[in-house]
């Protein structure tokens, strides 16, 4: 009984995570103004990429993918319903869009890092699946929509797939109920580090090459001026 609930458990999540990206990816190529073709690619690499990625680092063959029929037809039938709503319904998606984020982002982190533990590979490589299943397509998504990865520079993101992984991983929660829990918090602390702005610590050179062009203008000038002061100088 508890093995069947942990298999819907993961078709739950799988299909969660399946819809909330594939909307995610149509969503960001009608942004950048691509074809319905360019529509349903970045749908299908934003739910998709993630766990091919996975699938990867644990061995599993990339071809699994194709089995995966209910799957690409949920994130088929998301795109379409994305390309054809009206764009005052997309609008208001956008308020929603972090939340729908996090949702698969949790989803998605779980799901990797059930399926990596069933595995039995060590317990890095289940936190590292939890991570790339929860990121890894939004990464691809944003390197082919040419925009930097959200998910390396905004509020704290794939720190929470990891975290998922490393509470899986260890089996400090085992059965639907603390799974579904799981859930739930995930997606309350990538709220909370969207509207708190928690930021992990970062260093930026673009403040100091900034300054290296001002002083570099500054002293321009200067040294420009001297041959000028000799040249008069001969004239008197």
Known sequence: MEALLEINLQLLFSVIGTIAFAVSGAVVAMEEEYDILGVFVLALVTAFGGGVVRNLLIGIPVTTLWEQGLYLRTAIIAAFLVFVVPLSWIRKWKMWESFFDAIGLSAFSIQGAMYAAQMNVPLSAVMVAA????????????????????????EIYAVWGLLSGLVIGLGIIEGPVPVLSLFFAIVALRMLSVQLQWRLPRRSLRLHDEMSAHVSSAATP???????????????
């Open 131 to 154: 991570m790339l299943t929860g990121i890894g397509g939004g990464i691809i998504r944003d390197v082919l929509a040419g925009r930097k990865p959200l998910v390396l520079r905004d």
């Open 222 to 236: 200067l040294a420009s001026s001297k041959p000028e002061t000799k040249e008069a100088a001969k004239g008197e």
